[in-house]
């Protein structure tokens, strides 16, 4: 039995990656694992409860049991009266820095107030350099702190890729035990991603953004970068607003942008709806500052939408694969020049890039080695 504590979980999609990640793991391990899953009772940003849940009661959903926490459970008191009563052989911590999902659960545990089982921490990127550069010194803070304390003894890291591995080791040395093991995908279901067939017009160019507006996402980066871009651009955003700030100073870069760039936030697009959505536009466009996976860079390709991403995600080497580009933030004119590349395409070179892109995601999809990465990752924790 694993026991799964996580900020949010299904049926929410505002919380990004690690909703799908955790629900990708729970349909495709679900068989041979037992899950039960502790998290929040809505959405990132909602002040509703997901409707149709039963809140502050185990409930199955899917192939897990899911506990949903309204905002008065999460307490201290509250979680060790959970972790005391629950059965499970393993717990698994889905954020280095969550302070209900896995701070409380680690000070329980060096109290020894709740069964001593295996515990895997999953940091999910926030190891990567732009991910402690937002709120460094409090981040830095309490790493030091966490590290005087020992609340990370003995636990077994969860890498998602060798760079992960590499930003584990920097901050907890070298003999920690740690197994890397790649985000899992969703099963193949290409239901409703049919073949682009979409007309590509030369001198044009739609492009969607598609991820939680904050700053490491770095949408203020993707939008300066328009700026010079010879032609006739639609730029569309998609995805909650997580920094009220951030927004305000994307919109002041949005209203310095030639009448050629046409900007238009469209919300927040339900999961089920991504797919059709990425097919309506000509190149998916991520600058981010840095990506423990990246669900939406799978979901780009497979729906058949070349991608332009930073050099920062583990999705590399995508220009001599014909499905996009991964470039350096440092050096911006590269960017441009890809865009400006797209804005001059005409649609039967558009089509071979589309196709290409679809080919190479369903064959990410297919790939079993993931699967058995992920499943050494819980047969170590069970054996230990």
């Not at 729970?26 to 002040?47: C, N, Q």
């Not at 049919?194 to 007309?199: G, I, L, M, P, V």
């Not at 190149?283 to 729906?303: C, D, K, M, Q």
Request: charged residues 20%; aromatic residues 12%.
């Amino acid at each position: 039995m694993v026991l799964i504590a996580c900020d949010y979980y299904f049926p929410g999609y505002k919380g990004g990656g690690p909703i799908r990640t955790l629900a990708n793991l729970v349909e495709r391990l679900g068989d041979e694992f037992r899950f039960k899953i502790i998290t929040r009772d809505r959405d990132f940003g909602d002040r509703e409860s997901y409707p149709g849940i039963s809140v502050n009661s185990w409930q199955n959903v899917g192939k897990a049991e899911v506990f949903y926490s309204s905002p008065q459970n999460l307490s201290l008191l509250a979680l060790y009266r959970l972790l005391k009563a629950a059965d499970y052989d393993v717990i698994y911590l889905n954020s280095f820095f969550s302070p209900f999902f896995t701070i409380m659960p680690l000070l329980l545990r060096q109290l020894r107030l709740i069964p001593q089982v295996p515990v895997i921490v999953a940091p999910r990127g926030e190891f990567s350099c732009g991910a402690l550069a937002l709120k460094g010194l409090k981040k830095r803070i309490y790493l030091k702190f966490a590290k005087m304390l020992g609340l990370y003894r003995s636990v077994i890291w969860q890498a998602s890729s060798e760079y992960e591995e590499v930003d584990i080791h920097r901050w907890f040395g070298d003999n920690v035990s740690l197994v890397v093991a790649p985000d899992l995908p969703p099963s193949v279901n290409t239901v409703g991603v049919r073949s682009s067939c979409r007309e590509k017009t030369a001198g044009s160019l739609k492009i969607i953004f598609i991820s939680r507006i904050s700053r490491m996402k770095n949408l203020d980066g993707a939008l300066t970068m328009l700026k010079g871009l010879n032609g006739k651009v639609q730029f569309n955003i998609y995805g909650p607003l997580e920094d009220m700030d951030y927004w305000m100073k994307c919109k002041g870069v949005i209203g310095l942008l030639p009448p050629n760039i046409e900007v238009q936030y469209r919300g927040v697009a339900p999961h089920n709806q991504v797919y059709a959505v990425m097919q309506e536009h000509d190149l998916f466009f991520l600058p981010t500052l840095g990506e423990n996976f990246g669900h939406v860079i799978l979901e780009a390709l497979v729906a058949g939408c070349p991608v332009l991403i930073s050099n920062k995600t583990p999705w590399c080497g995508l220009e001599e694969k014909g499905v996009g580009w991964d470039l350096p933030l440092e050096q911006p004119e590269k960017f441009r020049t890809v865009l400006q590349k797209f804005l001059d395409m005409d649609t039967q070179t558009h089509r071979l890039l589309s196709m290409q892109a679809k080919k190479y995601g369903l064959q990410y999809l297919q790939d079993e080695k993931v699967i058995k990465q992920n499943h050494a990752l819980f047969k170590k924790a069970i054996v230990q």
